[in-house]
């Protein structure tokens, strides 16, 4: 399980969130720009931890509803 990994392979699980980070940003979220790893990987985690009943599923589904919730996209145009 990714939260039991984390304790285990910490740079391994924040490199992990970095690339689902950098694979989602302004597409299915929007992360400001000047946010940290360090914030990135608390809100994974927090997010995860107040989740346990979908820890099954995939890390990368989870880690990117942790960041469509806290960083969701706005349309300007409207």
């Not at 910490?10 to 989602?24: C, L, N, Q, W």
């Amino acid at each position: 399980m990714f939260l039991e990994d984390y304790e285990k392979h910490k740079p391994a699980v924040t490199g992990y969130i970095e690339g689902v980070s950098d694979m989602g940003n302004k597409n299915l979220f929007c992360i400001p720009a000047g946010t940290g790893t360090t914030r990135l990987k608390q809100i994974a985690l927090e997010y995860m931890q107040s989740h346990a009943d979908i820890l099954e599923y995939p890390a990368a589904m989870l880690i990117t509803r942790a960041f469509d919730k806290a960083f969701p996209c706005t349309d300007v145009s409207k």
